[in-house]
């Protein structure tokens, strides 16, 4: 080796040692996360065949978003447990709020789809924006469903002043589910992941939006 030149220093094995343990926390905590959100999407998709899909899939939806707030929460429950409480819990609730979303997606596709082999493509963009703004409004009024103590007809107009009044995070949410969708419409099998795995990041991104909501009037409340 040239003269002046400083000989390399290795790592000392102690800090090699601890930067593998980190790494494979972080590679066990995401193949628990991938496990767990199929654990989700399994009992989403059962509960809602066992409903008879109509009426099951209101009741599926907002026990699994329940769990999802229980996991993000760092709460510990029984998976299997506490979705059929809930399930059993927002039966009526569920179909209350969550069909009239699922009936607003489907007439708002059947539009699209007419709009398009009617070649009326202002019509067509115009059902674009609209299915949009739904699933903005559906990303946001889910977890406040789990998450807030209100009448069942306040959800829908908080979820809409949410989804206009923070346009940044509702972009965020929005991207979040298209992401999703397109990996689906892309690898089909992915379904099976990605219930369970949207469910899980919209519950989490939402309570964190919700708290500073809630931080930000405490403040001016106080000021």
Known sequence: MPRGVPSPVSAPPQRRATASSAWSIRL??????????????????????????????GPATLAAFTVARLRASGESFHLWSAFVASYRREFGRGALLVLPLAGAT?????NYFYFDSVGAPALRLATVGALLALAVIAAYLLPMAVHYD??????????????????????????????????????????????????????????????????????????
């Open 28 to 57: 066990y905590d995401a193949a628990d996360e991938v496990f767990w959100a199929v654990k989700l999407s399994l009992l989403w998709i059962s509960f809602t065949v066992v409903g008879g899909v109509l009426l099951g899939v």
């Open 106 to 110: 489907f007439l708002l596709f059947a």
């Open 150 to 223: 209100l009448r069942t007809s306040a959800y829908l107009p908080k979820a809409s002043l949410f989804a206009i009044t923070r346009p940044a995070a509702s972009v965020l949410l929005l991207f979040v589910l298209v992401a999703f969708g397109y990996a689906v419409s892309a690898y089909p099998f992915l379904v099976i992941v990605a219930v369970g795995g949207w469910i899980r990041l919209d519950m989490w991104l939402c309570l964190r939006l919700f708290a500073e909501n809630e931080a930000r009037r405490n403040a001016k409340g106080t000021s």
